[in-house]
């Protein structure tokens, strides 16, 4: 499973690279807005970090003005996704950009019907948002089963990118039922190296060592 991180901050995606485990970077219009800074700059040092798929979301919401974004966001490098809502006239532009083989990944997904949508468009990724379905008592994780099992009944080629994790137990089920990817906000990516039993038995191992004096 790929891991993302989901964030415009550059010193987070510095210190999540330098672990040697990411794959790739999502950011959305709220994450770019945090960071007050020009977005197609942002995007310019993202790049240089991180060498995987760097979603860059489109704001316009008619056909045309979604496609005149994308080609733009395209042209700053080879490893921009273009990120699309899944609305009627931003599925209309994913079916446009994955025949120029642009690739795109559909974000706002909230139910299986969609995905299916995205995935006969052509996207390369569908984002669904596992914790904000949590947020109305609706099992987000149980989507994300629908989405795979859907897939893999019709061998289509778009990646189950989980979106909106809030946990580390977000990212185990998501890898059990054989999601593609799943973007993370950094601190869930630091969530996963912990366990207090890792810490005590450390402690234990080196007070123990020093004992030996050696
Ligand atoms: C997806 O790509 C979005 O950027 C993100 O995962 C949304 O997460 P949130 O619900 O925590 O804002």
Redesign the pocket.
Known sequence: MKFFI?TANIDQIKEAASYGLLDGV???P??VAKEGKNFRELLGEIVKIVDGPI?AEVVSTDYEGILKEAYELAKIHKNIVI?VPLIKEGIKAVKTLSEKEIKT?V?LCFSAAQALLAAKAGAAYI?P?V??LDDVSTNGMELIKQIVTIYRNYNFKTEV?V????HPLHVVDAAIMGADVC?M?FDVIEKLFNHPLTDIGLEKFLSDWKKLNQ
């Open positions: 989901d999502t950011t959305n709220s994450l979603s990120k990944n974000t984002s948002f914790g904000r990118l979106a909106s994790i809030r973007t906000p």
